[in-house]
């Protein structure tokens, strides 16, 4: 029997708490260790290799702490350095081991949801520069048609807690008028940014109420309910005693002011160092 430890989530921030919180509720007798690279934060602007890099080191000091599992709750992770890591990495430091992400999950049921095949993806520039939305998606719905919107300022205005502010409006409306021009005929909106429920409130009251908004959290919970069910010896390495706990590259008072309005409820973090 090998020894039991926490899920790990990972994200270069913030935002991949949006996904933990759904993951609790969902599977809430696990036990999560969560990591925010804050001190490298932003992770959307940066390139490919770099974001490999930087998500490597995040898995590795996971497995450290004991995790056979890591979701990278983290679209730009995901999208520029996932299949690296499953395909390069993974088989040399140890193939019994698994690292998700939150691309794949979304992808393979975003075609329920649209009745007119034209699907949004608002996103950071990095995952829509990545193409790994339109890439996946066809190959579980090939008949949809994908328009991408790259929204830089969204995240900024979440962190800096202007998500519910006046300020935010502009912005919002810019970048939806911006995707919906691109054909009028789109329906479903997916959030392909974990910071972006936090701005849903505001997203919904400036598109269309006939257009369906999905948020990621929820998929990507369900989604690793079922792949632990059919994973049963991946599953029992898990640890099962409801504890949560959160890790942070910087400072812990920011983190913990901050990541309170992402999680839902009070954060109380630790500093690490990956090395």
């Given amino acids: 029997m090998q020894e039991q430890g926490p899920i790990g989530v990972f994200d270069s921030g913030y935002g991949g708490l949006t996904v933990l919180k759904e993951i609790v509720k969902v599977l809430p007798s696990y036990s999560y260790l969560y990591l925010g690279d804050n001190a490298r934060a932003p992770y959307g602007t940066r390139s490919f290799e770099t974001v490999y890099q930087y998500t490597l080191e995040c898995v590795n000091w996971f497995f450290k702490q004991g995790c056979s599992l ?3 709750a983290c679209n730009t992770a995901s999208a520029k350095a996932l299949r690296t890591i499953q395909q390069n990495d993974l088989p040399n430091i140890d193939p019994t081991k698994r690292v998700l992400g939150v691309i794949r999950p979304t992808t393979e049921v975003i075609g329920n949801f649209t009745t007119s095949n034209c699907v949004g993806v608002l996103g950071t520039n990095g995952t829509v520069q990545s193409q790994s939305y339109p890439i996946e998606i066809a190959k579980f719905f090939p008949e949809l048609q994908i328009f991408q919107e790259a929204c830089p300022m969204w995240v900024p205005l979440v962190e800096n807690n202007e998500f519910d502010k006046p ?4 912005f919002v409306q810019y970048h939806l008028t911006h995707l919906l021009k691109q054909n009028t005929s789109i329906d479903t909106v997916l959030l392909a940014c974990t910071h972006y429920p936090l701005l849903l409130e505001k997203i919904k009251a400036f598109l269309p109420a006939e257009i369906t908004v999905l948020s990621q959290g929820e998929i990507v919970a369900n989604s690793l309910e079922d792949y632990l069910q059919r994973h049963t010896a991946l599953a029992a390495r898990c640890k099962k005693e409801g504890i949560i706990q959160f890790y942070t590259t ?3 008072e920011d983190f913990d002011s901050k990541a309170t309005i992402f999680f839902g ?11």
Avoid: N, R
């Fill in 70 to 72: 890591v979701i990278l």
């Fill in 167 to 170: 300020g935010a409006d502009y």
């Fill in 250 to 252: 910087d400072s812990t």
């Fill in 265 to 275: 409820k009070p954060v109380q973090s630790i500093h690490t160092e990956l090395h």
